[in-house]
């Protein structure tokens, strides 16, 4: 069996549906199971939400292009039955209950954000099922376990591979529709994988499955060395090694989720990444290869945080004085992009994420002098040559360089 996933991009216009509906056709003679994202740009649109009503400002206008912008792709998939328009209403009332209940940020934002997936896998179910394919749609959150870590919930495989499993039945028959990103805890609570996260999702249910192959329709024509938004000359790898493309991941690269790898490898199973406009493409393919060498993979990330730690009494950065920085990360489940030291102080960077970033300053202070700079970039530069490492470490704004002997890495003032 093979597993699909197709993004918000994928599914942002009734034509996305269409487009959708015949990729799934030419493949419906082998057992199926779909993960969508929601449409278009709705997570955005519900984080807005959620920070609006949080913040006790008014986010109807924002719930109401949600609203507009998927009874738009009923109304033109024809899709009028009473029982999908009456489910488009129930969920919006229900982003707008849980948007204003009292409670911690994280957990409140995976109870709205995660409506986006629920209402895109259910217009997709009802647009394949009218088009007289044998399909059923399952809940994610039934299937995929974790634990409460809101926002990144942390998978627990035992449980989940136990309930995925029982899935291999149904597929025997029927096309399954599920939704990616989303999970759900032992306390029956709504959970995320973290932003971009159904690349993650489609990786757990292949692995559980042991499926054939996962592939992930995208936008691009495959994996690139670098956002074509931002690079015009970025090629297409024809293939690429686990290692690699995992690599890729961590240092930020936004074409697969940074899990997405890792369970795929220990499996042997392949990840496509191909053109949903064309699916004529070749793609990329993933797996288990070994390329001599590849061109420079160049790597931005925006919307970074530079904390510097000074010890008070200018005595030298320690090791227990590390140990303790890495404490207060680990205990508030921050993640560090780069990191460097000199002789009274400790930098890093990080993605910047309000609250959760101001809590961490706030306890690094009572240890610390903290010092922070946002509005950064990241740029990873890997398997660099000549040409790349002088461009991009002489670059205007760069207030911190890190190189190793295939990496180069620098932060600069966006």
């Known amino acids: 069996m093979k597993v699909f996933k197709f993004g918000g991009a994928s599914l942002k216009n009734s034509q996305g549906f269409h487009n959708v509906a015949s990729i799934i056709k030419e493949h419906s003679k082998e057992p199926l199971l779909v993960v969508v994202s929601a449409i278009g740009k709705t997570t955005n649109a519900l984080e807005r939400v959620v920070a609006l009503a949080q913040a006790k400002k008014d986010y109807q206008s924002v719930l109401l292009e949600i609203h507009h912008q998927h009874k738009q792709i009923i109304i033109e998939l024809k899709l009028e039955a009473d029982t999908i328009n009456q489910y488009l209403e129930t969920i919006m009332h229900t982003i707008a209950i849980k948007a204003e209940a009292a409670g911690e940020y994280d957990f409140i934002y995976d109870q709205v954000v995660s409506q986006g997936e629920i209402l895109s896998?259910?217009?997709?179910?009802?647009?394949?099922?009218?088009?007289?394919?044998?399909?059923?749609?399952i809940d994610a959150r039934n299937y995929i376990y974790t634990d409460e870590t809101y926002r990144e919930g942390k998978v627990n495989w035992s449980q989940a591979q136990a309930s995925i499993k029982s899935l291999n039945e149904i597929l025997q028959k029927k096309i399954i529709i599920t939704q990616g990103f989303i999970g759900g805890s032992t306390h029956n609570t709504t959970t995320t994988l973290g932003r971009e996260g159904s690349d993650f999702s489609a990786a757990i249910f292949a692995t559980c499955l042991n499926a054939k192959s996962v592939t992930i329709w995208k936008d691009v024509p495959g994996v690139m060395s670098a956002d074509p938004k931002r690079l015009k000359n970025a090629v297409v790898f024809d293939e690429l090694p686990y290692q690699e493309a995992a690599e890729m991941t961590y240092y930020g690269a936004s074409v697969i989720h940074p899990k997405?790898?890792?369970?795929?490898?220990?499996?042997?199973?392949?990840?496509?990444?191909?053109?949903?406009?064309?699916?004529?493409?070749?793609?990329?393919?993933?797996h288990d290869c070994k390329i001599d060498k590849l061109p420079p993979l160049i790597v931005f990330k925006d919307n970074q945080c530079l904390i510097s730690c000074r010890v008070t009494d200018y005595s030298f950065v320690n090791e227990p004085q590390m140990n303790t920085i890495f404490e207060i990360l680990s205990q508030r489940d921050v993640r560090v992009n780069v990191m460097q030291n000199s002789a009274i102080s400790f930098s890093f960077c990080v993605d910047f994420r309000e609250p959760k970033i101001s809590l961490l300053i706030e306890a690094l202070s009572k240890k610390f002098e903290v010092y922070y700079n946002t509005d950064l970039t990241l740029i990873t530069v890997k398997n660099y040559d000549v040409a790349t490492f002088h461009e991009y470490r002489t670059m205007p704004g760069v207030i911190l360089e890190q190189s190793s002997r295939s990496t180069l890495q620098v932060l600069v003032k966006s």
């Open 121 to 137: 896998s259910a217009l997709l179910f009802s647009f394949i099922q009218s088009k007289n394919f044998s399909v059923q749609w």
């Open 260 to 286: 997405t790898i890792k369970p795929l490898a220990n499996a042997n199973i392949p990840l496509w990444v191909k053109n949903f406009d064309d699916p004529s493409l070749p793609g990329t393919i993933i």
